[in-house]
């Protein structure tokens, strides 16, 4: 009867020690426990695992129980891998009993157990899983409370068994977990190094920016380089749209030939078709001479047609020629001249509100808007703020032969604008900011507007608040379907930034990285601003 009610005990605390280690992954913890268990059930004095460090090529005690000292010499007790009975059951891979310890002089006692009356034998067996040896398990026990020596060293053999095979468990996880963020490492490395790879193809004098934003508009300048469809860019002013137009002829295959730049609302009227196509000697008083227009200037290569939308309705027409057959009129000539050119066009005003008023002809905005890129401003991608700012002072360092460097806090000051003027007012703060540095660090003491202490972006909100004037998406020609109407007054900025945020927020119902996106932010920049304001994040 005691036979099978041992071997029942037995066999209930292998279950338990199985269950204990198939519950979690924590080292330490679960062998702590499962030393518990066998100290509640299997009448163990005393218990210790010894795991090997590699590193060292020694044995440290793991887990224990039953010690006086568990906190003290025991926690950070070592031997060497072959040193005392443990060593040798880690060595040899086999398990030892010595019957009473007192008697046995390899018996080393490190551990500076409390001695009894009662006769103490030592058990300890490998912890070893297929070829490998992680360690040790030895157990002390009353000589009178053994019920045989062949079947306690079995029960540890079967335990040290399970916990073998737990230790292989987590080494294999945390292994593979290492080599997934390894692989997830190289490939945001491959990523950034891609990002910066493509900024820099396309990158011309200001074309500047790796953030989700930014990454799509090189997206669609990569897709439009290799043709010579007509491009329609779209945005508020000084945003880059000209920058965008070079990038695009730059890398073109007609890179080798003209770019010829035309603002179509710095011409006056009566002047822009002979600017655009030129006239023949006595097409006007004072014609003496016959002169190229800036089509035939540009004829192999790009011309780029900046505020598209304020030119005359006479010329729009002639401009609809020139992209159906690709000859232009001469002004008081006869005789069409062929030109090769392939048309950027630009614009910050709402063409199809144009069209619908009638002041912008309606088959001209489908011949200019096969392809359209849109720019988002400056206040939608306040993350390339850093990197436009190093873009900008290195052509500043250049431009005066100095070394302008700016601080981290200037950094975060600048972003915390909203730049109406974008990327152009960007350029002057900062041109500004490097005068007043006087050719070093720029701080933000430094960065001051032209109204004092006030940055002009504040000064301007506060001028276009509550305006119909205010500058939105919208404004800068960009339809409803590219950026959301709902979330149109929470990007511009027309609200107070703590505001804004606790509005995506709630919005989003409290999901950061929800409203982060609704801000274009990064969830990093939304944690910030969480932090910053000391806003009480709801749980939902």
Not at 216 to 223: E, F, I, R, T, Y
Not at 255 to 276: D, H, M, T, W, Y
Not at 462 to 476: D, K, R, V, W
Request: aromatic residues 8%.
């Amino acid at each position: 009867m005691m036979n099978a009610n041992y071997y029942k005990t037995a066999l209930n605390t292998i279950y338990e020690i199985s269950v204990i280690l198939n519950s979690s992954n924590m080292i330490q913890h679960s062998l702590y426990r499962s030393l518990l268990q066998m100290s509640d059930t299997l009448s163990m004095e005393r218990g210790l695992i010894l795991l090997h460090d590699k590193d060292t090529n020694e044995l440290f005690v793991e887990a224990s129980i039953g010690l006086d000292n568990d906190e003290g010499p025991v926690k950070n007790m070592r031997y060497k891998a072959d040193e005392g009975v443990v060593g040798k059951v880690f060595k040899y891979g086999i398990p030892i009993l010595i019957p009473d310890v007192q008697k046995e002089p390899m018996f080393l006692n490190k551990l500076g157990r409390n001695a009894k009356k009662e006769e103490i034998s030592f058990i300890a067996v490998p912890i070893k899983h297929q070829n490998q040896t992680y360690g040790v398990l030895a157990v002390d026990k009353v000589v009178s409370k053994m019920y045989s020596i062949t079947t306690d060293v079995d029960i540890l053999k079967m335990i040290a068994t399970l916990m073998a095979s737990f230790l292989h468990k987590v080494q294999f996880f945390t292994s593979e977990m290492e080599a997934i963020q390894q692989e997830k490492s190289r490939i945001e490395e491959e990523k950034l190094k891609l990002i910066g790879e493509v900024t820099q193809k396309y990158q011309y004098e200001g074309l500047v920016g790796s953030g989700r934003l930014m990454r799509k508009v090189l997206d669609k300048v990569q897709m439009v380089t290799a043709s010579d469809s007509a491009v329609l860019i779209r945005g508020e002013s000084g945003t880059g749209k000209e920058v965008v137009a070079k990038t695009i002829h730059y890398n073109s295959n007609r890179r080798k030939k003209p770019f010829v730049a035309v603002n179509c609302a710095a011409i006056p009227g009566e002047l822009i078709e002979s600017e655009l196509f030129g006239y023949s000697k006595g097409a006007f008083t004072g014609a003496a001479g016959e002169k190229k227009g800036k089509f035939e200037q540009a004829d192999g290569g790009t011309i780029f047609l900046d505020e598209i939308g304020d030119m005359p309705m006479e010329a729009q027409s002639k401009l609809l020629r020139v992209l159906q057959d690709k000859v232009v009129e001469k002004l008081g000539g006869t005789k069409p001249v062929q030109v090769d050119v392939r048309i950027l066009a630009a614009t910050n005003k709402n063409l199809e509100a144009a069209v619908q008023s009638g002041e912008f002809r309606l088959d001209l905005y489908y011949r200019l808007n096969v392809f359209a890129i849109f720019l988002p401003p400056l206040r939608k991608r306040k993350e390339d703020i850093p990197e436009i700012a190093q873009h900008i002072l290195k052509n500043l360092s250049k431009r005066y032969n100095k070394n302008y460097t700016i601080s981290p806090e200037a950094v975060t000051a600048l972003m915390n604008c909203n730049y109406p003027g974008n990327i152009r007012e960007l350029e002057n703060c900062l041109e500004r900011s490097a005068f007043t540095a006087g050719g070093g660090e720029i701080k933000t003491k430094h960065i001051s507007c032209m109204r004092g202490e006030m940055c002009m972006s504040h000064f301007m909100e506060e001028q276009l608040s509550g305006s119909s004037t205010a500058i939105t998406p919208q404004t800068g020609g960009i339809p409803d379907n590219d950026y959301s109407e709902a979330d149109n007054e929470l990007i511009s900025g027309n609200m107070d930034e703590r505001e804004r945020v606790v509005q995506a927020l709630e919005k989003a119902g409290w999901v950061q990285a929800k409203a982060a996106r609704m801000l274009d932010m990064t969830v990093r920049q939304m944690n910030y601003r969480i932090k910053k304001f000391n806003i009480k994040v709801k749980k939902i």
